[in-house]
């Protein structure tokens, strides 16, 4: 098959691979639709100890299921693979699972190729003629909903009554922005540093959107969710989160910095890493894309994979506006 391998640091080639054998309980899945991820993006930096060269990375996909239990069946990828029987899997945090697996890192190839093998426990099957364009989406957006549940439930009040930020308007930012507005947020503020995005992001839902180089924004918001994870943007979320607020962390462009652990324990300010998603938050986010409850998410670019060296070149530069390019195999 062909597959776009990560062959060390800013290289990335289109070549030759072997088939995957399917195994027990596992679909063989003919990849439609896959999308590029900030964590692709750091590993194809090297900046990614666990994503080590030679590797197929990419881990939000949609496809035809050509082989196993769903034959002819199209479905959406849940890329994280659990054990299933520990006791975060059996209490419902399969994403916490010790023995977790993720496609795109060892020992698990990823999903920019043409063909793919999942347990059959990970698919959520599309609904007749719906768009595997639409369905590659299901992955970036359940981290948005993962982190939403979660900052939700510490709050002091309804959603409905609180003001929220989101730092980054790429999917992730902008898939936690639309999973506030379904969730009837009071008012929803978007900082995204790039022109071309945030005329994007302004078009696809109710958001405030500003560039938080040059505006102030809004301060003393109850929900803040840091959709990029970088020391900067950590620091701003301590700054723009009231006294009792809650920051829900998605993002992971760098590792340290930005905690303001004084403010945290002298003004009760909730701060919670979120990781991925729960199988119920994949099925949950899968269902409310094909109910249309997260809008129209018609702003991804698409290209061919081939061109993959190409688009992470764009990425890098900034010269991608969409929040996500996804990748035809």
């Avoid at 696809?204 to 803040?224: C, N, R």
């Amino acid at each position: 098959m062909k597959a776009l391998v990560y062959n060390g640091p800013e290289q990335i080639d289109f070549q030759n691979m072997p088939d995957p054998v399917r195994g027990d309980n596992e679909c063989l899945i003919r990849i439609e639709h896959v999308g590029i991820c900030g964590s692709d993006m750091h590993a194809w930096a090297g900046h990614d100890e666990r994503r080590p060269a030679p590797l197929i990375l990419g881990h939000e996909a949609a496809g035809l299921v050509i082989e196993g239990p769903l034959k002819g069946q199209r479905v959406t990828v849940n890329p994280l693979v659990s054990c299933g029987v520990c006791d975060v899997c059996t209490s419902g945090r399969e994403n916490l699972c010790a023995r977790r697996e993720i496609i795109s890192m060892p020992p698990r190839q990823g999903a920019f190729c043409e063909l793919l093998t999942m347990p059959v426990g990970n698919l959520v099957v599309l609904p007749e003629g719906f768009s595997s364009q639409t369905a590659a989406l299901a992955e970036p957006l359940a981290c948005g909903w993962h982190a939403v549940r979660l900052g939700s439930r510490v709050l002091d009040g309804p959603i409905s009554e609180a003001s929220c930020l989101v730092l980054g308007g790429g999917a992730i930012g902008l898939g936690a922005a639309l999973v506030l507005a379904s969730r009837g947020a009071a008012q929803i503020w978007v900082a995204e540093i790039n022109a071309a995005r945030r005329s994007i992001v302004v078009q696809s839902g109710p958001f405030k959107v500003y560039d938080p180089t040059t505006e102030a924004g809004p301060d003393a918001v109850d929900l803040v969710v840091d959709g990029v994870g970088f020391e900067a943007t950590r620091k701003a979320a301590f700054a723009k989160v009231r006294p009792g607020g809650v920051i829900s962390h998605i993002g992971l462009g760098s590792a340290s910095g930005g905690v303001d652990v004084r403010r945290a324990t002298l003004q009760e300010i909730t701060f919670i890493g979120t990781y991925t998603y729960t199988q119920q938050d994949f099925r949950d986010t899968a269902q409310a894309i094909f109910d249309g409850h997260l809008g129209a998410l018609d702003w991804p670019e698409t290209r061919p994979l081939s061109d993959g060296p190409s688009a992470f070149d764009d990425i890098k530069t900034g010269q991608a506006a969409a929040p996500k390019i996804i990748l035809v195999p």
